[in-house]
């Protein structure tokens, strides 16, 4: 009688909660160059399916938004990839989800070498679905 119940909590574990909504934060580098820190303020728009999961994610201050890609869940972990104009291939995402924050690492490069961030975000509580 235990294995049903383990299956369906297994299952339930798999599934995780819906992460559509809006997601803002920041996204920390250490420029080695000149020994400080550069954070963005950045927002991320998923949608979440029965087929997947998909996006955009851009900073703050801009109109323009990268889409997501390739996307999935492995426990309580999001990974995506985004590429945009400044990058020289797509950054790589890999965030923790607990509740209504995730937070994670970002890495990939641009024309000036490799690019390593830490990644802070929580959800906007009005466009949270649950």
């Known amino acids: ?13 798999t599934l995780g909660a819906d992460l559509t909504g809006r997601w803002t934060g920041t996204i920390a580098v ?6 400080t820190t550069i954070t963005t303020q950045v927002h991320i728009e998923l949608q979440q399916k029965s ?7 851009g900073r703050i201050e801009d109109t323009d938004v990268v889409p997501i890609k390739n996307a999935h869940m492995d426990g ?10 400044e990058t020289t291939g797509p ?3 890999s965030l923790k989800i607990a509740g209504d924050r995730m937070e994670g690492t970002m890495k990939g490069s641009i024309d000036s070498g490799d ?8 959800r906007d509580k009005n466009t949270a679905t649950r």
């Open 115 to 122: 690019i390593n961030g830490k990644v802070k975000l929580t």
């Open 30 to 35: 250490d420029d080695t160059g000149s020994g």
């Open 51 to 57: 087929d997947g999961l998909s996006g955009k994610i």
């Open 91 to 93: 950054m790589k995402f």
């Open 76 to 85: 309580d972990t999001l990974s995506f990839e985004a590429a945009s104009e």
């Open 1 to 13: 009688m235990k294995l049903p119940f383990l299956l369906l909590f297994a299952c339930a574990l």
